[in-house]
């Protein structure tokens, strides 16, 4: 006895097989981001998913039988289920991109883009919905083909989706009759309407491997940063370094609200007047694992000269001179290699570590000095020798009422950054060469200030040593262009085998899918040894001719073989070119999908796209009678 299946019992499986798979998919992505399995979140995530599907278990079971009604070929009606499962996830995708937007906007989550967000939404939702078409293909295909359909071979399904079927079909030796709601002998453009949806669906499920290769380059970049950070820590972190100043102790007065004069002990600080710094970065590479960590020494000389004239607001007889101390202030004191002596007025003076005051910073040395009015009226000049060692960036504070800083390094890749950029620099191979100058009119800050009152963090500048292995950066944003790969991919072996009229399985379609997300592991592995652009041509020309001699095979053509081997070639050489751009890759870009766009519109211009029974637009009638010519 033939088995009934119900239309609530064919949807509920649906809807408890694809909250399966997606409650899956979420639980793997979470896992990889926090490193941590736990039993019970998958089931708690299933659960949620099951809930927050419910709209699709109710549209299902409404639809189905509407679908059922009002369609006779059974190809329509795959081909109405697979459009109706593509069209549920679409509510569900605006809701994922609208709230990735909106965390964006207040939270700068850094999430992804609106459009990418409902790329990957589409593509977990519909892929975990046709994978749950698959596993329930015979009972669904049972449901629309009225129950008469064979149980014992998926054959039967295969010939009539894909193949013109006759009156009887034979399967393992074994007579059906053609059922009461019998499919046209006009179906090849059901056929290929139902390829193109299945094609399409694969394309967005095969972007779902593309999140976990995101997830894996995040976890390898972020694993370089660690080796670096603790690299870093150990040899000594980014440098900021100060020019030499003056803390000297002053007693202010003020009225209180009894009329009485009190005296309040603060500090002043004293800036140099002229200051000239010149210095040389000398890199260093040390390999850790199979990362280098980028780290450098300095060899820098600080010269200038203090004269000072007190502002009308500083009382001159209430400033200590005597107990003054010159200052200094870097970021890590592990980066002193040698001892820092100044010659102050003539005076070779030691430094030793300690501030009176953290208004530059709170680490630095510092040495006590005896002055006199008279001779802070007077210039009194200082110089100093300063060897430094770091990591990444050297940055500096302008504590002058006039500087001049110049860097130099034979490391010929540099970014320099912070407030103020150099006026003049020189990068070639061999290095770069950069100065800054400064004076007071663009300073937001006076010679002599009080203490809490110092406003100049926000003046540093400086360079930043940039490491030439971005390759994490830019196996990234090969990534994002993963659905040209795919789609681009996918439709060349589908126009080529409606032209050769030689289906690829969708089976094939996965495996070719499979090989182009492959593509990816390889760059990403490949190129954390050596450089990206030469880990890019070896990864994409063992794509390229994994998927060629795969066409070659299946279609049996070197012809075709080569065909694939020119396409998928320019396609990645065209890839690779928007990648190594910045400013006009949105232009470049934009060209070439035009000009791909334009060739696959003239590959195809010769497809029948309605199958054997249409003729230059026109149906054919097959009920008319053919007339004579009179």
Known sequence: MKKEYSTLGTSARIWVLTAFFTALVINVCLSINAHDFNLGVPVIIFVVTLICRTPVLITLVLTLKFIKRIFS??????????ALLLLVTLPYALLGASASVISDIFYGSGHLAFFETMVIVIGVLFGSALLAAVLLAKRIFNYLYDNTAPDDSFQFISQTLFHNTSKTHTIMETSYSTPPNPVPASNQPNRILIKGLVTGGLILLMLIPTVFINSLISERE???????KEVSSKWANAQTLSAPFLVVPYTDTFVNSE?????????LLLLANDLNVNGKIIPEQRPRSIYKVLLYKTDISFAGSFKVSLPQDIQAANVDYANARLCFTLSDFKGIEEEIYVNFNGQKLLMSPGLPVDDFGNIGLSVPVSLTAEQMAGSMPFSMQVKIKGSEELHFTPL?????????????????????????????????????????????FAKVMKTNSAQVKSMEFGVSLVQTADQYDKTMRSVKYAILFIGLTFAFFFIIELMQKKPFHPVQYV??????VIFY??????????LFNHAYIIASLATVLLISFYAKAHFNSWKTGGIFFT????LYGFIFILISLEDT?????????????????????????????ADDGRQINHNQPPTTDQ
């Open 400 to 444: 002058a009422a006039a500087s001049k800083y110049t860097l130099s390094s034979a490391w010929p890749n540099a970014s320099f950054n912070g407030e103020s950029l150099p006026g003049e620099r020189k990068i070639s191979d061999s290095g770069f060469v950069a100065s800054w100058n400064f004076n007071q009119a663009n300073l937001p």
């Open 259 to 267: 009329g009485k004069a009190v005296a309040n002990k603060t500090k």
């Open 73 to 82: 070929s059974i190809q329509v009606r795959c081909f109405s289920l697979l």
């Open 511 to 516: 495996l070719v899918g499979l090989a182009l």
């Open 521 to 530: 592991t390889l760059l990403l592995s490949i190129s954390e040894y050596i």
């Open 222 to 228: 972020k694993r370089q940063k660690e080796v670096v």
């Open 585 to 613: 890759a949105l232009l470049v870009g934009s060209i070439g999908l035009f000009i791909v766009l334009s060739l696959v519109m003239f590959a195809s211009r010769r497809i029948n796209w309605y199958g054997a029974n």
């Open 567 to 570: 396409l998928l070639g320019c």
